[in-house]
């Protein structure tokens, strides 16, 4: 970013930030869908202004999504040894490559780990030509529809959970897409459990030759369905613990390969609903 687009960002001028929100939403409509963008000084910043930043540039794109149960639709991605719903988020464990739930993520770095801790995006088109060439049987696994199963420390109401393919070939709409997320596949997913591992495999080799290293100020916003992301373990210092911030956004923009693929956001939404209102009225 420019300097005077980061003091029309801090400012509140939108008007001056047009030509990048233009750019943004060319990227994710017509373009690649990921997009970096550096020039914020977050030690200047503060944790609330840089979350503010980060979600009203998110905002742009489409409509922040909830992210827990309290409501929160800025997360903190740091290590929390005592959270047990956290899965990865509150992690210091290594998030092999997988998609989330909804249709455009972001992340803020506000402080790396004292080592450790890159990231990873694996294309969706990168990884359709490596299977293709690795493991031809695999595609036609991976076109078949897989139950999404939740997470258990959620409540959640009793339907069924949208099953999908994995692997969404490319046509005149779109290019390669993927939706696949080990943790809930093997959740709701019987006897499949090879084919997710063939999977991870080839997405796995891809993912050390993409790995980088997010610097303090970097936006990083990118399409859920045409890259997977990850990270490398890290280690923290007492003092200075790593805080990133996330976003997970709904948006019309980035085309979707099956327009069921917006269930998945939505029952997210929906058990993180259902678990604060039952925490706030379960014992009453």
């Not at 200047?44 to 840089?50: I, N, P, S």
């Not at 005592?82 to 249709?103: I, K, Q, V, Y």
């Not at 997970?248 to 390969?257: G, N, T």
Request: net charge negative.
């Amino acid at each position: 970013m420019t300097t005077g687009e980061v003091q029309a960002l801090l400012d509140g001028r939108e008007e001056a930030l047009a030509d990048l929100r233009d750019d943004m939403t060319a990227n994710f409509a017509r373009g690649p869908g990921a997009i970096l963008l550096r020039g914020l000084d977050p030690a200047v910043l503060g944790e609330a202004c840089f979350a503010s930043v980060l979600a009203r540039i998110g905002g742009w794109l489409g409509t922040p999504a909830i992210q827990s149960p309290q409501g929160e639709r800025v997360a903190r991605v740091e290590r929390r040894a005592d959270d047990r719903t956290a899965r990865g988020t509150f992690s210091n464990a290594e998030l092999r490559p997988h998609t989330d739930l909804h249709d455009i993520l972001a992340l803020g770095c506000f402080r790396p780990a004292a080592s450790g801790g890159e990231s990873v995006l694996v294309s969706a088109r990168d990884l359709h030509r490596a299977i293709g060439h690795d493991d031809p049987s695999l595609p036609a696994d991976l076109v078949k529809p897989y139950a999404w199963g939740g997470n258990p420390a959620l409540r959640s109401a009793d339907r069924p959970r949208p099953c999908l393919p994995i692997l969404f070939p490319p046509d005149a709409a779109h290019g390669p897409q993927v939706a696949y997320n080990g943790y809930f596949l093997r959740r709701g997913a019987d006897q499949a459990d090879g084919i997710f591992a063939r999977f991870d495999a080839i997405a796995q080799r891809l993912a050390d030759k993409t790995l980088f290293r997010l610097m303090p100020g970097d936006m990083l916003f990118w399409h859920n369905w045409s890259w997977l992301h990850g990270r490398m373990p890290f280690a923290d210092r007492d003092d200075r613990p790593r805080l990133l911030f996330r976003l997970w956004i709904r948006s019309v923009i980035a085309p979707r390969a099956d327009p069921a693929l917006v269930e998945l956001g939505q029952r997210m939404d929906e058990d993180h609903r259902i678990t604060s209102q039952w925490e706030k009225h379960g014992h009453e």
